[in-house]
């Protein structure tokens, strides 16, 4: 089982990245997915999830309007759309099924 997270960087407040995942080892299609941050210490905040089928999504208030997760069942891969983004979404960002996670990806948003 394996996520692999890429599309993290540095961006200046206001604009946009878009994260991706690669799932592998397991039937993808059959899990919900998440997208989890984590800043120091160790906060970590669930921020969006989205179901097996990609009927269905929901995130935190902190994000709700900017983000939009989405995923590919054919490929595998779940992405997560940021825009507007500000300096407090600076963070580590994780993929995460139930029976896994990411290793993380880094973003910072400053000037």
């Known amino acids: 089982v394996q996520l692999v997270e890429s599309g993290g960087g540095l961006v200046q407040p206001g604009g946009s990245l878009r994260l991706s995942c690669a799932a592998s080892?397991?039937?993808?299609?059959?899990?919900?997915m998440s997208w989890y941050r984590q800043t120091p210490p160790n906060k970590r905040e669930l921020i969006a999830t989205?179901?097996?089928?990609?009927?269905?999504?929901d995130y935190a208030d902190s994000v709700k309007g900017r983000f939009t997760i989405s995923r590919d069942n054919a490929k595998n891969t779940v992405y997560l759309q940021m825009n507007s983004l500000k300096p407090e979404d600076t963070a580590v960002y994780y993929c995460?099924?139930?029976?896994?996670w990411g290793q993380g990806t880094q973003v910072t948003v400053s000037s």
């Open positions: 080892g397991f039937t993808f299609r059959n899990y919900d």
């Open positions: 995460v099924a139930d029976i896994a």
């Open positions: 989205i179901t097996s089928a990609g009927g269905s999504t």
